[in-house]
């Protein structure tokens, strides 16, 4: 990929695709996660004179909600960044061609959120057009939508000097580093609710990894594949089968694929709710699966911690309620005592080691989801190839 470095933004305009796709409530931004991970590179553009004009997804609107505007963005990095974040009335137009004409060296204009443009999904060529006509030069730092064939990341690409940002080239440089050249052990723990979106990822680990560990809801249609009652637990149905292939495919590959031994439990999800350790797997009737147990959490750690590379993809129960946030707890705390290369990756796994104070502790946090996940399953990321 061509590189920030390779390009002259001095007194230039520059488009600048960011992953500002962040939670809000009440007109706030609740995890600045994202935001404080675009500031190097912003802080670095701002420095060598350029002019820029931020780009960036919020939601999935349908027709301009009022809630899904940037503006708490916008102004959660201006506090950040320490400068004035002018947040545009749109996307394109003639006001907001005014105002990038209006940007001196070092000013920051956010365009409002760019899915409020119903070709932005589509790859619409105009779209594309239209937003390269803002700019001299476009950087993609966007590595959470670098999946997506979007006019703001694979179209306008094509349209100007690009190249990608310190942020998107780490998170392909690191993730594709697992794919390549890891020091083994490798260890992959892979958790969340559901085993189809993330059946690539297991074939590749079992493959790659010694040890592939699963947890969360995804276990359940591993454990039904083997006979076991999952009571009320959250069961995939449509992950059966492919939970069943992966069993299959564990017993010739290289490294081993462990499920849980014990869980937690409880008769409905709610932190108030009865709850109570389960030994062995065979949930009853009325009762959900709610966490790992305490044997399996031992376990998982003992393994992690013998790791030299170690690569964590969903959380291990719904770690959110304090009943059942003992198993993601004790993973998190493995995977940042860990002294090799940790690699945490997931919106969910991002959460949980905030959550738990270890966000600082470990080798690199991505900021993408699904495009961590295809990049790992060898997949073509659009926004990427776009900058080759």
């Known amino acids: 990929m061509r590189t920030l470095a390779e ?20 007109g706030q931004v609740v995890d600045d996660t994202r935001i404080r991970a675009e500031l190097p590179t912003l802080r670095e553009l701002r420095r060598r004179g350029a002019r820029l004009i931020l ?10 909600e009022p809630d899904l505007s940037l503006a708490p963005v916008a102004e959660r990095l201006s506090q950040l960044l320490d400068v004035e974040v002018t947040l545009a009335p749109g996307v394109v137009g003639e006001q907001v061609r005014a105002l990038v004409q209006a940007l001196a060296p070092g000013d920051v204009l956010m365009l409002e959120n760019v899915r409020y443009e119903p070709g932005e999904t589509d790859n619409d060529p105009a779209l594309a057009r239209a937003l390269a006509e803002l700019a001299d ?4 730092d966007a590595f959470g939508a670098a999946h997506r064939a979007h006019a703001s990341t694979e179209g306008v690409a094509h349209h100007l000097p690009a190249a990608a940002g310190p942020l998107l080239e780490r998170e392909v440089r690191v993730l594709g580093g697992l794919l390549d050249a890891p020091q083994h052990p490798l260890v992959a723990i892979v958790g969340g609710a559901k085993v189809t979106d993330k059946v690539g990822v297991i074939e590749r680990f079992l493959a ?23 009571g009320s637990s959250l069961c995939e149905a449509e992950g059966v089968e492919p939970a069943r292939a992966a069993l299959q495919r564990a017993r010739q590959a290289t490294g081993e694929l462990e499920l ?33 147990g305490p044997a399996t959490a031992r376990r998982y750690a003992e393994v992690i911690g013998g790791a030299r590379t170690v690569f964590w993809n969903g959380p291990m129960g719904a770690f959110e309620l304090e009943p059942f ?56 990321l659009p926004g990427v190839e776009a900058l080759s």
Not at 137 to 140: A, K, L, M, N, Q
């Open 137 to 140: 030069v476009y950087i993609d």
């Open 55 to 64: 780009v960036s997804h919020l939601g999935r609107p349908q027709d301009r």
């Open 325 to 380: 946030a003992a198993g993601t707890r004790a993973v998190a705390q493995a995977v940042a005592a860990n002294p090799g290369t940790t690699v945490v990756g997931g919106g969910d796994s991002v959460a949980a080691l905030a959550r738990f104070g270890l966000e600082r502790e470990v080798t690199h946090l991505s900021t993408g989801g699904g495009a961590a996940l295809e990049l790992l399953e060898g997949r073509p």
């Open 208 to 230: 790659l990894a010694e040890r592939l560990l699963i947890g969360g809801a995804m276990c359940f249609p591993f454990l039904r594949a083997q006979g076991h009652d999952v």
């Open 260 to 292: 849980p031994v014990d869980l937690v439990i409880g008769e409905r999800l709610a932190a108030d709710a009865a709850h109570r350790v389960l030994e062995g797997v065979e949930v009853p009737d009325g009762w959900m699966g709610l966490d790992i």
């Open 7 to 26: 390009l002259d933004v001095q007194d230039r305009r520059v488009l600048v695709r960011v992953d500002f796709n962040v939670p809000l409530s009440d």
